[in-house]
């Protein structure tokens, strides 16, 4: 599904190598876990893949089957069926949620050349997916993400995602800000979308949301680099014992 | 032609090129009219409130020529109002529907055979009242020389709206309207405006709201790229009444727009608001000063402006606040969204307070496009173009929001959407 080679990025505006030879293949169906220390390029991953500027690629590819990512502007990824949880969802105050998500909807499949969802259909489908996220009518009605909670904030984002239907999705710590109630719903959320054509790639410094989210593969990233790979049991290791005897193990 | 050589040159080419109308119940109002101008000339460019709009081809001798082109219908067509059509600055009887409705009498101010006595108590007065302390002379040269106008009274609710319909067809027609419109106590009107009326336009509006009644006004400048357009309004406001005036204006060269209200009663509100988007060759300018002369009233001005590819929105507003005008409460917003580094936004915010128990508060902004927001509406699918769209209509909303009417509003953002998708880049 998702496949990352030896993917080299710096800063754009610094002389600053942020990925230093990133090499990652996520199949469809699966879900991999990143995590790693502050500082070890996980976001910069997510940003990149999908398209936010101010990062340029020095070496490697990514590619989304067999579509390459990186040549691609942020809303043709996007229909390619890229999908990234923000860490920060951005507020935009004067366009309403509803506005926003038929836009969305509508402007991908008219980029895969689907036919439109009608008003009344997208109404439909919104307002279930929006039930099981416990997203009431009034927070789809205000503007996008102004004056929500964090967990309004990242159940709206589960939503976006629900209602896009990605191959691909990143999350990028969609547990920060969130208590353990708020992460059991958004976890929820996410389990229902798992299926066998779609990937997960899910960002996290802890690992209790991989209690809810049960990851496949575990991968540990530090320095611009997957340095070490493994099941479920390495995100233990790292609650367990942090992270500093398993980078001295990988150097 | 070549321009003339002083000041008072310019003013008497312009006064000759014209002839007072005679006889009438306007008479005197037009001849005190040209003395005001005769006192003032024609603005300069030194003079304070032109500092940032060169009053060039609105003073000059002669209208520019401006061929008019547009494909679009007339913003207003399909809503249920009573229409007063003027093509060139001159009206249109047949075009028109018949000046009757419940509760208002309508009137020409080109009909001088009838004595309209209740309109010279207004005509000219306000005008003449809304001089001190800025002079307006671009104002006494329209009630001088105005050619047509509606004299509208309003002595109850009026069942609908009147739609002034502003139609241009002539290259250099040079056009100057005159409306005024009464309100007596208790009483609703709604007037909607739009049109490119003329190559150049002169329009003044005086609006006498008494006690307890409620001026709603929505206009819309537009469908034409080439028109010049100098307008003011003129309000004074009685006790516990309200005023509500809206204007969008997208493409014409150049649009001043003033907008002079005194809050003479207590308890009165006066909402002035504006949405302009311009690209390339625009010059857009608000001038705004409302005077707290009362207590308890409320003043609100919203204007926002979107400017791309060399437009220019200049934003004047001021809140004078007099002495006794205790519990005041002023507020001013102006903003632009600058699309691109050729356009640019001109602000002159100003407070004078007299009065020591009031709030009053002031802001204005540029600002680009939000990237973080720009790439977050892009990461879902939503392609450049349409999320730059998404957003401006986003940043117009707080002006646009000023619209009470629910249908008129949709009519407006409808337009602007239009625009935006037309102007695309």
Not at chain 1, 182 to 208: C, D, P, W
Not at chain 2, 139 to 162: C, E, M, Q, W, Y
Request: proline share 3%.
């Amino acid at each position: 599904m998702l496949t990352i080679k030896d993917l080299h990025v710096k800063l754009e505006e610094e002389d600053k190598q942020i990925l230093k030879g990133v090499d990652l293949t996520v199949e469809a169906g699966k879900v991999h876990a990143i995590m790693g220390p502050n500082g070890s390029g996980k976001s910069t991953l997510s940003y990149v893949l999908s398209g936010r500027d101010g990062y340029e690629i020095t070496g490697g590819s990514a590619e989304l089957g067999d579509i390459d990512l990186l040549d691609l502007e942020p809303e043709e990824r996007a229909a390619a069926g890229l999908f990234l949880a923000f860490q920060y969802p951005v507020e935009i105050p004067g366009v309403g949620n509803m506005t926003f998500l038929r836009t969305a909807v509508n402007a991908q499949r008219k980029a895969r050349g689907e036919e439109e969802m009608s008003a009344a259909e997208f109404l439909k489908v919104v307002r279930a997916r929006a039930k099981e996220l416990q997203i009431d009518a009034e927070m789809l009605k205000r503007p996008v993400n102004v004056g929500f909670s964090g967990g309004e904030n990242k159940r709206n984002e589960i939503l976006q995602m629900a209602m896009l239907e990605p191959k691909m999705c990143i999350l990028d710590e969609t547990d920060s800000g969130l208590d353990v109630d708020a992460m059991k719903l958004v976890a929820e959320g996410v389990n229902k979308l798992r299926s066998e054509g779609r990937g997960f790639l899910v960002i996290t410094h802890y690992q209790r949301l991989l209690d809810h989210i049960k990851p496949d593969v575990v991968h540990i990233m530090a320095d611009g680099r997957i340095v070490k790979t493994g099941g479920p049991e390495l995100a233990l290791e790292v609650e367990n014992n942090g992270y500093a005897d398993m980078l001295a193990e990988a150097a | 032609m070549a321009a003339p050589a002083t000041e008072m040159d310019l003013t008497e080419a312009r006064i000759a090129e014209r002839t007072l109308p005679k006889g009438g119940w306007s008479e005197a109002a037009r001849t005190d009219a040209l003395a005001r101008l005769r006192r003032t000339g024609l603005p300069q460019r030194r003079d304070e409130y032109w500092k940032f709009t060169r009053p060039d081809l609105l003073t000059q001798v002669g209208a520019q020529a401006a061929v008019f082109e547009h494909s679009e219908a007339p913003i207003f067509g399909a809503m249920d109002a009573l229409r007063i059509v003027f093509d060139d600055g001159v009206f249109n009887a047949e075009a028109s529907d018949a000046l009757a409705m419940e509760h208002v009498s309508i009137e020409r101010l080109a009909d001088t055979d009838v004595d309209i006595h209740w309109a010279k108590g207004v005509y000219g007065v306000l005008e003449t009242a809304g001089q001190t302390p800025v002079a307006r002379p671009l104002a006494a040269l329209n009630t001088a020389f105005a050619s047509d106008g509606v004299l509208i009274h309003a002595t109850g609710k009026a069942p609908r709206p009147i739609s002034l319909v502003y139609n241009h067809s002539q290259e250099t027609s040079d056009a100057i309207l005159h409306h005024v419109i009464k309100l007596d106590q208790g009483a609703d009107l709604t007037i909607l405006e739009n049109g490119p009326a003329a190559a150049r336009f002169n329009k003044v509006m005086e609006v006498d709201v008494a006690d307890g009644a409620f001026f709603h006004h929505v206009r819309a400048q537009g469908r034409d790229h080439e028109r010049l357009a100098a307008t003011h309004i003129f309000a004074r406001l009685g006790t516990e009444s309200t005023f509500k005036s809206f204007t969008l204006t997208v493409n014409g060269r150049m649009t001043r727009n003033d907008c002079i209200i005194e809050l003479t009663g207590d308890d009165a509100v006066a909402h002035v608001a504006g949405a302009c988007v311009g690209d390339g060759d625009f010059h857009h300018d608000d001038t705004v000063f409302i005077t707290h002369d009362a207590e308890r009233c409320e003043s609100r001005q919203v204007f926002k402006k979107v400017l791309r590819n060399g437009a220019v929105g200049v934003f004047q507003g001021k809140i004078l606040v007099k002495e006794g005008a205790q519990k005041t409460d002023g507020y001013q917003i102006s903003q632009s969204l600058l699309l691109d580094e050729d356009a640019q936004f001109l602000a002159k915010p100003e407070l004078e307070i007299y009065a020591d128990d009031v709030v009053c508060s002031h802001g204005s902004t540029s600002g680009a496009i939000d990237d973080e927001a720009l790439f977050y509406l892009r990461s879902r699918g939503v392609p450049h173009g349409i999320a730059t769209d998404l957003l401006t209509l986003a940043f117009l909303a707080e002006a646009v929001e000023e619209i009470e009417d629910e249908a008129l509003r949709d009519v407006v953002v409808e337009r602007l959407e239009g625009w935006l998708e037309r102007h695309r880049s």
